[in-house]
Protein backbone atom coordinates (compact mmCIF):
# COMPACT_ATOMS: atom_id res chain seq x y z
CA UNK A 1 0.00 0.00 0.00
CA UNK A 2 1.00 3.42 -0.74
CA UNK A 3 2.18 5.90 2.10
CA UNK A 4 2.34 9.31 1.94
CA UNK A 5 3.95 11.52 4.56
CA UNK A 6 4.13 14.91 5.16
CA UNK A 7 6.34 16.73 7.51
CA UNK A 8 6.29 18.86 9.80
CA UNK A 9 3.20 18.33 10.90
CA UNK A 10 2.83 21.67 11.43
CA UNK A 11 4.65 24.76 10.98
CA UNK A 12 4.74 28.68 12.46
CA UNK A 13 6.07 31.27 10.45
CA UNK A 14 6.10 35.14 10.61
CA UNK A 15 4.42 36.90 7.85
CA UNK A 16 6.18 38.00 4.92
CA UNK A 17 8.70 35.02 4.95
CA UNK A 18 8.76 32.06 2.31
CA UNK A 19 8.36 28.77 3.28
CA UNK A 20 8.47 25.14 1.82
CA UNK A 21 6.37 22.17 2.27
CA UNK A 22 7.28 18.91 1.59
CA UNK A 23 5.21 15.43 0.62
CA UNK A 24 6.90 12.34 0.55
CA UNK A 25 5.92 9.24 -0.88
CA UNK A 26 6.99 5.59 -1.45
CA UNK A 27 5.92 4.69 -4.62
CA UNK A 28 6.75 6.38 -7.41
CA UNK A 29 4.69 5.54 -10.31
CA UNK A 30 2.17 8.28 -9.33
CA UNK A 31 -0.52 9.17 -12.42
CA UNK A 32 -0.69 12.97 -10.78
CA UNK A 33 -0.16 14.61 -7.69
CA UNK A 34 -2.83 17.71 -6.61
CA UNK A 35 -2.06 19.68 -3.69
CA UNK A 36 -5.29 21.23 -1.64
CA UNK A 37 -5.73 23.75 1.30
CA UNK A 38 -8.26 23.13 4.22
CA UNK A 39 -9.82 25.29 6.56
CA UNK A 40 -11.08 24.50 9.46
CA UNK A 41 -14.42 22.91 9.27
CA UNK A 42 -14.10 23.33 6.11
CA UNK A 43 -13.68 21.57 2.35
CA UNK A 44 -10.61 21.27 0.80
CA UNK A 45 -9.81 24.15 -1.91
CA UNK A 46 -7.98 22.53 -4.82
CA UNK A 47 -4.27 24.46 -5.53
CA UNK A 48 -2.30 23.07 -8.28
CA UNK A 49 -2.35 19.94 -10.02
CA UNK A 50 0.57 17.88 -11.35
CA UNK A 51 0.87 15.37 -14.29
CA UNK A 52 3.08 12.63 -13.75
CA UNK A 53 5.16 14.37 -17.04
CA UNK A 54 5.53 17.52 -15.53
CA UNK A 55 8.09 19.10 -13.42
CA UNK A 56 6.18 22.04 -11.55
CA UNK A 57 2.96 24.19 -12.20
CA UNK A 58 3.12 27.93 -10.53
CA UNK A 59 -0.33 29.94 -9.62
CA UNK A 60 0.21 33.28 -8.11
CA UNK A 61 2.27 32.84 -5.06
CA UNK A 62 2.37 29.02 -5.03
CA UNK A 63 4.88 26.87 -7.00
CA UNK A 64 4.96 23.09 -6.81
CA UNK A 65 7.63 20.86 -7.93
CA UNK A 66 7.42 17.00 -8.19
CA UNK A 67 10.65 14.81 -7.96
CA UNK A 68 9.54 11.02 -8.70
CA UNK A 69 13.13 9.68 -8.73
CA UNK A 70 13.04 10.84 -5.18
CA UNK A 71 9.45 10.65 -3.70
CA UNK A 72 9.16 13.85 -3.23
CA UNK A 73 6.96 16.99 -4.28
CA UNK A 74 7.07 20.26 -2.35
CA UNK A 75 4.61 23.29 -2.62
CA UNK A 76 6.42 27.08 -2.27
CA UNK A 77 4.56 29.84 -0.60
CA UNK A 78 6.36 33.27 -1.46
CA UNK A 79 5.72 36.05 0.87
CA UNK A 80 3.42 34.02 3.44
CA UNK A 81 0.23 35.94 4.74
CA UNK A 82 -1.94 35.16 7.55
CA UNK A 83 -4.64 34.39 5.36
CA UNK A 84 -1.96 31.44 4.59
CA UNK A 85 -3.20 30.20 7.52
CA UNK A 86 -4.77 27.12 7.12
CA UNK A 87 -4.18 22.84 6.66
CA UNK A 88 -2.52 21.98 3.25
CA UNK A 89 -2.50 17.94 2.58
CA UNK A 90 -0.96 16.67 -0.94
CA UNK A 91 -3.17 14.03 -2.92
CA UNK A 92 -1.41 11.38 -4.88
CA UNK A 93 -3.50 9.19 -8.08
CA UNK A 94 -1.70 5.81 -8.78
CA UNK A 95 -2.57 3.98 -12.23
CA UNK A 96 -5.74 1.73 -11.69
CA UNK A 97 -5.89 3.02 -7.99
CA UNK A 98 -7.63 6.13 -6.43
CA UNK A 99 -6.39 9.20 -4.67
CA UNK A 100 -3.78 8.72 -1.23
CA UNK A 101 -3.97 11.37 0.78
CA UNK A 102 -1.05 12.70 2.90
CA UNK A 103 -1.92 13.89 6.82
CA UNK A 104 -1.39 17.33 5.91
CA UNK A 105 0.78 20.28 7.55
CA UNK A 106 -1.01 23.00 9.82
CA UNK A 107 0.60 26.23 9.02
CA UNK A 108 0.25 29.57 11.03
CA UNK A 109 1.22 32.96 9.75
CA UNK A 110 1.73 34.99 12.47
CA UNK A 111 0.71 38.91 11.96
CA UNK B 1 -21.66 28.77 -10.26
CA UNK B 2 -20.41 25.60 -11.14
CA UNK B 3 -19.62 24.18 -8.07
CA UNK B 4 -20.34 20.83 -5.45
CA UNK B 5 -23.29 21.06 -2.56
CA UNK B 6 -23.29 18.65 0.22
CA UNK B 7 -26.41 19.27 2.83
CA UNK B 8 -27.03 19.45 5.21
CA UNK B 9 -24.06 21.09 6.88
CA UNK B 10 -23.89 18.97 10.25
CA UNK B 11 -26.38 16.46 10.79
CA UNK B 12 -27.37 14.40 14.34
CA UNK B 13 -27.92 11.03 14.31
CA UNK B 14 -29.41 8.76 17.04
CA UNK B 15 -27.61 5.33 17.66
CA UNK B 16 -29.65 3.11 15.32
CA UNK B 17 -30.56 5.07 12.35
CA UNK B 18 -29.64 5.46 9.10
CA UNK B 19 -29.29 8.80 7.60
CA UNK B 20 -28.20 9.95 4.18
CA UNK B 21 -25.89 12.80 3.04
CA UNK B 22 -26.68 14.73 -0.20
CA UNK B 23 -23.96 15.48 -2.68
CA UNK B 24 -25.05 17.25 -5.90
CA UNK B 25 -22.33 18.72 -8.43
CA UNK B 26 -23.04 21.05 -11.77
CA UNK B 27 -20.09 20.52 -13.13
CA UNK B 28 -20.91 17.60 -15.26
CA UNK B 29 -18.75 15.41 -13.96
CA UNK B 30 -18.23 11.60 -14.36
CA UNK B 31 -16.58 10.41 -11.53
CA UNK B 32 -17.50 11.29 -7.64
CA UNK B 33 -16.16 10.41 -4.59
CA UNK B 34 -16.69 9.92 -1.08
CA UNK B 35 -14.71 10.18 1.96
CA UNK B 36 -14.31 10.54 5.36
CA UNK B 37 -12.19 12.63 7.82
CA UNK B 38 -11.39 12.14 11.32
CA UNK B 39 -9.56 14.22 13.49
CA UNK B 40 -5.90 13.88 12.84
CA UNK B 41 -6.56 11.41 10.56
CA UNK B 42 -5.75 11.79 6.52
CA UNK B 43 -9.08 11.85 3.93
CA UNK B 44 -10.02 8.00 3.70
CA UNK B 45 -11.94 6.52 0.79
CA UNK B 46 -15.38 5.30 1.31
CA UNK B 47 -17.48 4.88 -1.95
CA UNK B 48 -16.50 5.94 -5.63
CA UNK B 49 -18.48 6.42 -8.92
CA UNK B 50 -16.78 6.57 -12.34
CA UNK B 51 -20.31 6.46 -14.30
CA UNK B 52 -24.12 6.17 -13.77
CA UNK B 53 -25.48 3.15 -11.91
CA UNK B 54 -21.79 2.34 -10.93
CA UNK B 55 -19.71 2.64 -7.92
CA UNK B 56 -16.99 0.50 -5.76
CA UNK B 57 -16.21 0.34 -2.51
CA UNK B 58 -13.10 2.29 -1.19
CA UNK B 59 -10.96 1.23 2.18
CA UNK B 60 -13.94 1.48 4.90
CA UNK B 61 -17.20 0.89 3.06
CA UNK B 62 -18.79 -1.36 6.11
CA UNK B 63 -21.51 0.11 7.09
CA UNK B 64 -22.36 2.59 4.53
CA UNK B 65 -24.00 2.52 1.26
CA UNK B 66 -24.57 4.97 -2.05
CA UNK B 67 -26.42 5.55 -5.31
CA UNK B 68 -25.99 6.47 -8.29
CA UNK B 69 -28.69 7.36 -10.37
CA UNK B 70 -27.80 10.79 -11.70
CA UNK B 71 -24.69 11.86 -13.21
CA UNK B 72 -25.62 15.01 -10.78
CA UNK B 73 -26.27 13.17 -7.27
CA UNK B 74 -24.24 10.74 -5.27
CA UNK B 75 -26.03 10.06 -1.67
CA UNK B 76 -24.43 8.44 0.88
CA UNK B 77 -26.38 6.29 3.74
CA UNK B 78 -24.72 5.97 6.75
CA UNK B 79 -25.75 2.65 8.27
CA UNK B 80 -26.97 1.50 11.48
CA UNK B 81 -24.27 -0.92 10.86
CA UNK B 82 -21.13 1.72 10.93
CA UNK B 83 -20.18 1.18 14.57
CA UNK B 84 -18.27 4.57 14.54
CA UNK B 85 -20.22 7.23 12.16
CA UNK B 86 -19.34 10.47 14.03
CA UNK B 87 -16.90 12.35 11.65
CA UNK B 88 -16.59 14.77 8.66
CA UNK B 89 -17.71 13.60 5.17
CA UNK B 90 -16.41 15.06 2.11
CA UNK B 91 -17.66 14.81 -1.70
CA UNK B 92 -15.84 15.39 -4.07
CA UNK B 93 -15.61 15.12 -7.97
CA UNK B 94 -13.26 14.76 -10.69
CA UNK B 95 -13.90 14.88 -15.23
CA UNK B 96 -12.65 11.34 -14.82
CA UNK B 97 -10.56 9.11 -12.48
CA UNK B 98 -7.51 10.52 -12.08
CA UNK B 99 -8.09 13.64 -13.33
CA UNK B 100 -8.13 17.39 -10.56
CA UNK B 101 -10.88 16.67 -7.68
CA UNK B 102 -12.78 19.23 -6.27
CA UNK B 103 -14.28 19.17 -2.65
CA UNK B 104 -17.73 20.14 -1.83
CA UNK B 105 -18.18 21.96 1.76
CA UNK B 106 -18.55 18.76 3.57
CA UNK B 107 -20.96 17.07 6.42
CA UNK B 108 -20.87 17.00 10.01
CA UNK B 109 -22.41 13.75 11.18
CA UNK B 110 -22.93 13.64 14.90
CA UNK B 111 -24.13 10.55 16.65
CA UNK B 112 -25.83 11.12 19.92
Known amino acids: KQEVTQIPAALSVPEGENLVLNCSFT??????LQWFRQDPGKGLTSLLL?????REQTSGRLNASLDKSSGRSTLYIAASQPGDSATYLC??????????FGPGTRLSVLP | DGGITQSPKYLFRKEGQNVTLSCEQNLNHDAMYWYRQDPGQGLRLIYYSQIVNDFQKGDIAEGYSVSREKKESFPLTVTSAQKNPTAFYLCASSLGTGNEQFFGPGTRLTVL
Open chain 1, 27 to 32: DSAIYN
Open chain 1, 91 to 100: ALWYYGQNFV
Open chain 1, 50 to 54: IQSSQ
